[in-house]
């Protein structure tokens, strides 16, 4: 299991999502930080400031096969008394080409945000849309990519997975989850052949303060060729029903221009840890 760019929740988080699979991780989403300041003039412009992580390297480079895709991420959540609560869906835009470089075009918190990966000369760049600014991260002092391979890390829930036992109740059986695995077959999605696995993942008595198993279900369709997971669904009784699914698949050669700064972009190389963009609204 591993990662495609990391991108992919963004927008004070969003989404949050339990999945696993092949190699390239389909949009990591991000969580930024927004905070608002309101100028005080006549008709005032309204600033957004928004905190947004630098971005992390990819897990290995596919090369060879390219596409583009709309990625959509939903979630629904029953409360105690059956009320249903549905996130409104959120969607990134993914490209890849033949040379294993990638894009990821998202919305945190109303900006225009593009994350491009260069694993040819090893930059990974946030582009500010509104602001023509393009904000360079240099590769990392020891890479750690390799060729692609058939596991892919997506966004699981280790906030469970890493906590101790909770005290006052004691675990029975076991002080650690369980987790099993079956097979689903194969299908066809979005024209992309894929193969279907689900996971069981039971959490004791006295893990989270549990009085009772809580049992967590994670459905994965994954491609072999494009090495992503094209459709995955996550059944949590913390978190409700999470969806993430490919839509709209290409698989020809995007835009070479799609991986590249555009040329009235200003170039701003980071060294820290996040990444300040401020949105003006009229």
Same mark, same amino acid.
């Given at each position: ?21 092949? /190699? ?16 005080? /003039? ?56 033949? %040379? ?10 109303? /900006? ?21 600014? /393009?904000?360079?991260?240099? =590769? ?41 695995? %079956? ?11 894929? %193969? ?7 959490? =004791? ?67 820290? %840890? ?9």
């Amino acid at each position: 299991m591993n990662a495609m760019p990391r991108i992919a929740l963004i927008a004070a988080s969003f989404f949050f999502f339990a999945y696993e699979a092949y /190699a390239q991780q389909p949009a990591q989403e991000k969580t930024g930080t927004i905070s608002m300041s309101v100028q005080t /003039a006549n008709n005032p412009p309204r600033t957004t400031t928004i905190d947004l992580p630098a971005p992390s390297p990819n897990g290995p480079v596919v090369t060879g096969e390219p596409y583009s895709a709309e990625v959509i991420y939903e979630r629904i959540q029953t409360l105690a008394d059956g009320t249903h609560l549905t996130q409104k869906a959120h969607s990134t835009k993914q490209y890849r080409d033949s %040379e294993g470089r990638t894009r990821v075009e998202t919305s945190p918190g109303g /900006a225009q945000v593009v994350e491009i990966d260069d694993s040819v000369s090893g930059f990974r760049y946030l582009l500010d849309l509104q602001n023509h600014v /393009a904000h360079r991260f240099a =590769p990392p002092a020891e890479s750690t990519r390799e060729d692609a391979s058939y596991a892919q890390t997506t966004r699981v829930d280790s906030s469970a997975a890493n906590s101790a036992p909770a005290r006052g109740i004691t675990p029975t059986q076991t002080d650690h989850p369980q987790s099993s695995t %079956e097979s689903l077959g194969s299908q066809t999605v979005e024209g992309v052949y894929v %193969e279907g696995k689900k996971t069981t993942t039971t959490f =004791p008595v006295g893990f989270m303060g549990n009085d009772r198993p809580l049992v967590r279900v994670t459905e994965s369709w994954i491609s072999s060729d494009l090495k992503l997971t094209v459709v995955s669904k996550s059944s949590d009784p913390r978190m409700g029903e999470s969806t993430m699914r490919f839509r709209n698949i290409n698989r020809s050669e995007p835009d070479p221009a799609l991986f590249g700064v555009p040329a009235d972009y200003q170039i701003v190389d980071e060294n820290g %840890e996040k990444v300040e963009i401020r949105i003006t609204h009229p």
